[in-house]
């Protein structure tokens, strides 16, 4: 009787410890999650061009002939050797872009559970709103838009604290396509064929494989988005304008997934670093961890 009362609390133990490794496997992180820093979310890696690689020189040199020459680095971006940062002021941007082909200002506005963006065109919806909803309307912030639809960039800026806007995202296309919309400007031609991208040459057309052959980065270095449109990003270390912010770096470039199963019972599997697609453009911004 004893010996079964004893492998009896033993077994009610083992069970009883069993729950406690299984709180604090599932229940544990849930309940008590850990803190995530901006660094968690940091790459600390430094890009190295491959410059004895055989096309390196060749593009290079076809680089410097262009007319329209697009240089980004770490924390400076050229446009025919004249340099931009993030922070820079419209009128900074006005002077080495010259005047937009378009030009948007839209306020982002919050009611209830929805938000909005309006511009100054919007005059009536904005007095409408401010009717219905009264002081429990929010502005959340201002962005200001620059098109170039020439060269195919799209450059935003943020209103501080009522205090004028500062750059805050970059936007390049190369492709032939429109880096908006191709209903409204269709196929249109590229003025450039090469771009430098933290001193390693990219060329029309190029695979993003293509173009990490010329450098150091690896699809171990680079961070992949989930969702319909899978790409590539990095999130760097280096220069933040602010201790709360980081600038992320978007490769538009589709990332090429194994499929598994067949017909209805098809997924998606691991990564395949051995397919990739050309870079479509690329994209600059500042991120917090909040929106990250």
Same mark, same amino acid.
């Given at each position: ?9 033993? =077994?009610?133990?083992?069970? /009883? ?5 299984? /709180? ?30 055989? +096309?390196? +020189? ?39 872009? =010259? ?12 009611? =209830? ?5 309006? &511009?100054?065109?919007?005059? $009536? ?33 943020? $209103? ?15 492709? =032939? ?40 980065? %690896? ?13 590539? /990003?990095?999130?760097?270390? $280096? ?35 051995? $397919? %990739? ?6 994209? /600059? ?5 909040? &929106?990250?």
């Amino acid at each position: 009787m004893k010996k079964g009362l004893k492998i009896l609390l033993k =077994g009610c133990l083992g069970i /009883f410890i069993l729950i406690i490794i299984l /709180f604090c496997i599932v229940v544990y992180p849930i309940l008590f999650p850990k803190k995530v820093a901006l660094s968690d979310y940091t790459d600390d890696y430094t890009i190295t061009a491959k410059t004895r690689h055989p +096309k390196f +020189k060749p593009l290079v040199n076809q680089f410097k002939q262009q007319q329209h020459r697009f240089e980004f680095d770490t924390c400076e971006y050229k446009y025919n050797d004249q340099s931009f940062f993030f922070g820079d002021t419209p009128e900074k941007i006005l002077s080495i872009f =010259g005047e937009p082909d378009e030009k948007d200002e839209r306020t982002h506005y919050q009611f =209830g559970n929805s938000d909005r963006y309006l &511009s100054k065109d919007d005059a $009536e919806e904005i007095e409408q709103l401010k009717k219905d909803y009264g002081d429990s309307l929010h502005i959340l912030e201002s962005t200001l838009y620059y098109y170039y639809n020439s060269l195919k960039i799209g450059i935003s800026f943020e $209103e501080i604290h009522n205090n004028g806007y500062e750059f805050k995202s970059f936007r390049i296309s190369m492709s =032939g396509d429109s880096y908006r919309y191709e209903y409204k400007y269709g196929k249109t031609e590229t003025l450039y064929d090469v771009i430098l991208f933290r001193k390693v040459p990219y060329q029309l057309d190029m695979t993003l494989n293509e173009f990490m052959e010329l450098s150091n980065l %690896s699809h171990k270095k680079l961070r992949k988005t989930g969702g319909f449109h899978r790409s590539f /990003f990095m999130f760097q270390e $280096e220069c933040p304008p602010t201790e709360e912010t980081r600038i992320y770096t978007a490769i538009d470039s589709y990332a090429s997934y194994e499929t598994e199963g067949g017909g209805h019972m098809t997924w998606t599997g691991d990564f395949d670093p051995n $397919e %990739s697609s050309t870079i479509e453009s690329l994209s /600059f911004y500042l991120e917090t961890l909040e &929106s990250f």
